[in-house]
DNA sequence: TGGGGTCCT
DNA sequence: AGGACCC
């Protein structure tokens, strides 16, 4: 059952602008309200409705109305409406959900891969789609039911299309009028209800042209919206705001298909009685660690229930010494305590950037068993085998994101074992401990084989000698998961586009000539120099290398002049901040 | 609690 | 190699 919590009552605090932000640790003195009002971009963000539900649907002709939810091994993943509204919960046991609802229907879904297929598809019609409204847009794909796409460029500064929502299932939050918001359940289980009737206002200048500019991008949205339902099937919910943070936030404000603008100014007192828990970033460890701050501080919430707001009330160097707990931040617990405290305020600076496309970085295959039932290497050998069959399907069905199939082979093995270890077993309640071991792979090899039975067998040979690596030689080994994952797909290793232009054209570039030349010569290739391996450098690697500004400094210097200067005006990338969520989308 | 993923150190 | 975070 679910906790409610009611904000009107608390209304009052997120009234004095003053009290709510006088935390602020804007550097350049900036005020939050400022903050919001500089940020001019129109982000879009785009959740499927209960995906795995819908591709169910799809697939089986399941009837909608019919509660039914998705199962893996012993719990349910997610459900459909008709199951949440029975009371059936994500990450719940089976027995849990029967409990809850008795002609529950459970769909097996372990395996993902049409749910993989599906969420392809509506990528790339959603990416053809922003592109159609304009070549520029950045899109980019979240998970396989997310997706982000920044639609600044598309809105003209003068533009006048006049916006008609009638039959759409528009909401925005932050015009004037009654309003009544429903926040979905987080993974904690905490659920909270927001009833707020919003005082009613006239916009200031600068507030007037940001609400023109976000209903001009929610007319963009619905369009997009249809062009996915007509295509894919897929009905989606859609979030509009100015910042990637703020546009996550308001695609979870009303579901399912409903497209939910979410105007700066009213995200302050939304975010204020929101969980911190619901920040996107904010996880269970940083929540744990901030909670001694919190308490200490004694703020008005109780205990679990802490909002954005009673982190705003807490001296920042009591939330620095608090995230100095988690090991991630130790080296950067100042950083991350403004970009915590900024997100409170509704601010995110964070960019989208394009994937080009959406291939997937890494792909990895696992498989779970519970305590005490996996113990013996060969027992772990056999379940492995089940593991190559699936990773060798999914490598090949990558091709199909790829935009130079030849390309699409990984580079990189990684095998990954959890074990129960007995020394946490007394204290923690999930004592387990998480290895792994990585090798260099030849995934074009792989990539050539057509038989089935030598892919598993080539995948085997890569495997077992990292299995031999973990040194399993005691008989009590508790695995309670195995996963193998490929990683440094070589169709990604090609250059931004604003890189210069031997990267893109190798075989004419003064770089690949020059060493072309060296290697002729008595001087070493890059990769020689790095690892000392006579392997010759293909160019696609040479160019991954000098991205990933992994050169040598020895070959560096060995460079030609004009080479060395046209590599320093390529401008080193910001450094990524750690919460800085929609990057990895 | 599952079967995936992303990014950072 | 490991960890935190996301769905």
Redesign the pocket.
Do not use: C, F, M, W
């Given at each position: 059952m679910p906790n409610y919590y009611d904000l009107s009552a608390e209304s009052s605090v997120c009234d004095s602008e003053d009290d709510a932000f006088s935390n602020e640790s804007d550097d350049d003195g900036t005020a939050s309200a400022e903050g919001l009002a500089s940020d001019h971009r129109c982000i879009l963000h785009v959740d499927v409705d209960c995906f795995y539900c819908q591709c169910e649907v799809q697939d089986r002709q399941i009837p909608k109305d019919k509660p039914f939810a998705i199962g893996?091994?012993?719990?349910i993943?997610t459900s459909n409406y008709a199951a949440r509204a029975m009371g059936v919960k994500k990450?719940?046991s089976r027995t849990a959900a029967y409990e809850a609802c008795p002609q529950l229907l459970i769909i097996e879904g372990?395996d993902?891969e049409r749910y993989r297929i599906h969420a392809r598809k509506i990528y790339q019609v959603f990416r053809a789609a922003c592109k159609r409204v304009h070549p520029e847009i950045a899109v980019r794909r979240?998970?396989m039911?997310?997706m982000m796409a920044d639609l600044s460029v598309a809105i003209s500064i003068d533009g006048d299309d006049r916006v008609d929502y009638s039959n759409d299932n528009v909401y925005i939050y932050g015009a004037n009028g009654r309003e009544s918001i429903a926040l979905t359940e987080d993974?904690t289980g905490v659920c909270s209800k927001i009833v707020q009737e919003f005082q009613v206002r006239s916009l200031g200048p600068s507030e007037w042209s940001c609400s023109e500019r976000l209903q001009r991008a929610s007319h963009i949205a619905l369009q997009i919206r249809r062009e996915i339902l007509q295509s894919t099937g897929f009905t989606t919910t859609m979030g509009v705001s100015v910042n990637p943070l703020l546009a996550k936030i308001a695609s979870g404000l009303k579901k399912p298909a409903t497209v939910n603008v979410l105007f700066p100014w009213r995200s302050q007192s939304l975010l204020a009685s929101m969980p911190l828990r619901m920040?996107?970033?904010?996880?269970?460890?940083?929540v744990k660690a901030l909670q001694h701050c919190l308490e200490k501080n004694a703020v008005s919430s109780q205990p679990n229930f802490w909002t954005c707001q009673d982190l705003l009330s807490v001296p920042k160097q009591d939330i620095v010494s608090c995230l100095e707990q988690?090991?991630?931040f130790k080296?950067?617990c100042e950083v991350q305590a403004d970009i915590i405290l900024q997100k409170c305020i509704g601010v995110d600076h964070s960019q989208i950037q394009d994937d080009e496309g959406g291939a997937?970085?890494?792909?990895?295959?696992?498989?779970?068993f519970?305590r005490g039932t996996l113990v013996r290497k060969d027992v772990l050998c056999a379940e492995l085998e089940e593991l190559y069959r699936?990773l060798s399907r999914?490598l090949h069905e990558r091709r199909e994101w790829s935009h130079s199939s030849r390309l699409a082979y990984p580079t990189t093995i990684?095998l990954t074992l959890r074990t129960v270890d007995e020394k946490l077993a007394s204290k923690k309640?999930?004592p387990f401990v998480?290895?792994?071991?990585?090798s260099s792979f030849d995934g074009l090899a792989f990539m050539q084989l057509r038989d089935s039975a030598q892919q598993v067998a080539f995948l085997k040979r890569a495997a077992l000698p990292l299995l031999h690596a973990f040194e399993l030689k005691s008989d009590v080994i508790d695995i309670t998961r195995a996963s193998i994952?490929t990683t440094g797909f070589q169709d990604l290793s090609a250059r931004p586009k604003d890189s210069p232009t031997y990267f893109t054209q190798p075989c004419q570039s003064n770089m690949s000539t020059f060493i072309e030349q060296t290697e002729h010569g008595k001087s070493r290739s890059p990769r020689d120099a790095l690892n000392g391996a006579s392997t010759k450098m293909s160019i696609h690697e040479q160019a991954s290398m000098f991205h990933n500004n992994k050169i040598d400094p020895s070959i560096l210097s060995q460079l030609p002049p004009d080479v060395i200067s046209e590599l320093r005006q390529v401008k080193p990338k910001k450094?990524?901040?750690?919460d800085?969520?929609f990057?990895?989308l």
């Open positions: 893996q091994k012993h719990i993943v990450l719940q372990s993902l979240g998970s039911d997310e993974q920040i996107p970033g904010v996880g269970r460890t940083t988690v090991p991630l080296h950067s997937p970085k890494a792909l990895s295959v696992e498989n779970s519970r699936r999914l990684k309640r999930r998480t290895r792994s071991k990585q994952a450094r990524q901040r750690i800085d969520y990057k990895r």
